[in-house]
């Protein structure tokens, strides 16, 4: 059974249902959901961050692999002019 939006605005089961849809979620819901303005929980949105992370990885696996080969080859670029600069 589908809840009417109302019935669950101000919860944080109304938060979550935000989420689910793509919606930012509404004042009530943060509120609801930030426990009267002790803020976010930082460690699970960082957990969340680096897991939506590794699905995009996934999911654009080509564009993903040219990135990363491009990062690394930065990483090494600069590991070598450090490593020459200071010798
Ligand atoms: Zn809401």
Redesign the pocket.
């Known amino acids: 059974m589908r809840w009417p939006r109302s019935s669950?605005?101000?919860t944080r089961d109304?938060?979550i249902a935000?989420l689910r849809k793509g919606e930012r979620?509404?004042d009530?819901?943060r509120r609801a959901y930030w426990r009267n303005g002790q803020g976010p929980d930082w460690a699970v949105l960082a957990k969340a961050y680096e897991r939506a992370l590794v699905r995009l990885s996934w999911r654009h696996r080509e564009e993903f692999k040219a990135l990363y080969a491009d990062e690394v080859a930065d990483a090494i670029t600069a590991g070598e002019s450090e490593r020459r600069g200071g010798s």
């Open positions: 669950r605005c101000g109304g938060y935000h979620p509404c009530d819901c």
